[in-house]
């Protein structure tokens, strides 16, 4: 028995060293056009890059999972634009569910309106998104947004404030 879990140990082990020579890989090219602000892991445990790109009128904060290497564009994104200094709109979060990467970039979204003083972000529920609303109520008021639904017109919005 102990012999498979040395064995399950050392594929970890293994595993990780992978992540960690091609997140340095990856690194390197993803701060050749973005700002990369952290490193995170998922909750599959594969390591993660964090990076965003920010203008006066738009942010975006863009993630990378170090368990596949870096075609050039992102495995996971929140975009968001500046309404003045009152408050930042998510306007669409694109890449795959349940893996944790919502909740890895959401906290970076919350420090850039910090940085810039924006009391607010905000977003709407669409009725698109109604058949995993569910989800999507769990996931921003776990991030301590609060929910509002029209469930009649099957459309919603958020708000966090700061």
């Not at 998922?42 to 390591?47: A, N, R, V, Y």
């Not at 904060?61 to 992102?74: H, P, R």
């Not at 970039?105 to 709407?124: Q, S, V, W």
Request: contains cysteine.
């Amino acid at each position: 028995m102990s012999t498979m879990v040395a064995e399950r140990a050392m594929n970890e082990v293994s595993d990780l060293e992978f992540q960690v020579l091609r997140m340095q890989n990856d690194l390197k090219e993803i701060a050749k056009r973005w700002d990369v602000v952290g490193v995170e892991q998922s909750k599959d445990e594969h390591l993660t890059i964090v990076y965003k790109q920010e203008n006066q009128h738009q942010c975006k904060i863009m993630l990378n999972d170090c368990a596949s290497s870096f075609q050039g564009t992102w495995d996971y994104s929140i975009d968001a634009a500046f309404k003045g200094e009152d408050g930042i709109f998510i306007g669409d979060i694109r890449g795959p569910a349940n893996k944790g990467y919502g909740s890895i970039c959401m906290p970076y979204l919350k420090e850039i309106a910090r940085e810039h003083n924006i009391p607010c972000i905000t977003g709407d529920i669409a009725k698109r998104d109604w058949d995993h609303v569910d989800r999507l109520v769990y996931f921003y008021e776990k991030h301590g947004f609060i929910v509002e639904l029209d469930e009649e017109k099957q459309t919603g919005s958020i708000v966090w404030r700061n």
